[in-house]
């Protein structure tokens, strides 16, 4: 009988961790899954590198409490939390089972916070104006209380949380991969994460790294499309686990359809069971 996988699900935005849920709740099917969140404070600077030490902090706490074999983690994360992950695991690759990278650029800097203040350097537009247009690229057509609902959240987010860019600023981060497996996990049609950057990352991978694209998927695809999303990541951690003869199995990613129908934003949030650490 295989050990379920230990998942660390990187959290970087409270006021989007929402987007997060019903998929965490399809992992804990087959995973133990904890939340790992960072709360920027407005005394702090935004900086990635804080982020990562403070993530390496609490899973060295962690490994000085179980055993070697049992001290790496699969690391999991959306948009700048996918960032974070990508960071640690090339400068921690020893505390790392996996890297599963959701909307993640092949220049990762590149994010939708960078597009907004792309957007506001070139448009004489209000930030609500500019928001408005982004929650439409991220999201799709909304109803218009959906669209001013999610155009607050991305608000709150720019305002309270980890955020690389800034009007005066813009972060650079090196593209590259990682030494420990990764799959890469992004929206067909995401505006945010172009197709040639998703393209991009085959210049990195390694054997056994995958890169999977959900049919009709958005940048926030893993809210939509939550079971195809759970089920390539269960499969491929699956692999991981498997002897190294059996792993090279191609993941039939493409060939999962999104058979879960897109839910509205307005039906109910699914509770999630997972740990909290």
């Known amino acids: 009988m295989q050990k379920k996988p230990d998942v660390l699900w990187l959290s970087e935005s409270p006021y989007l961790k929402c987007f997060d849920q019903r998929l965490m709740s399809q992992l804990t099917k087959r995973s133990t899954v904890r939340r790992w969140k960072y709360c920027q404070t407005i005394d702090e600077p935004c900086s990635a590198d804080a982020v990562v030490e403070a993530l390496h902090e609490y899973l060295s706490n962690q490994a000085a409490k179980a055993d070697a074999a049992k001290s ?16 640690y695991a090339r400068r921690y690759p020893q505390h790392v089972a996996s890297l599963t990278l959701l909307s993640v650029s092949s220049s990762p800097a590149v994010n939708w916070q960078a597009h907004y203040y792309a957007l506001r350097k070139l448009l004489p537009c209000s930030r609500e104006v500019i928001l408005g247009q982004l ?19 991305l608000l709150r987010d720019l305002d309270s949380n980890l955020t690389l860019h800034s009007l005066a600023h813009q972060t650079h981060i090196p593209a590259g991969g990682v030494e420990v497996p990764l799959l890469v996990c992004s929206g067909e049609i995401d505006d945010v994460v172009s197709s040639q950057q998703q393209g991009d990352w085959t210049r990195w991978l390694k054997t056994g790294d995958r890169i999977w694209h959900c049919p009709k998927g958005r940048h926030f695809f893993h809210f939509y499309h939550y079971k195809a999303v759970a089920k390539t990541i269960s499969g491929y951690w699956s692999q991981l686990a498997l002897p190294s003869n059996d792993a090279e199995t191609t993941l039939p990613a493409d060939s999962i359809a999104a058979a879960d129908s897109a839910p509205s934003l307005a039906s109910e949030s699914t509770q999630s069971s997972v740990s909290w650490c």
């Not at 439409?136 to 959240?153: C, D, H, K, M, N």
């Open 135 to 153: 929650t439409r690229l991220l999201f799709g057509p909304q109803a218009p209380r959906f669209t001013t609902a999610l155009s607050q959240l």
């Open 72 to 87: 790496k983690v699969h690391l999991i994360g959306h948009g700048v939390s996918g960032v974070v992950g990508l960071l």
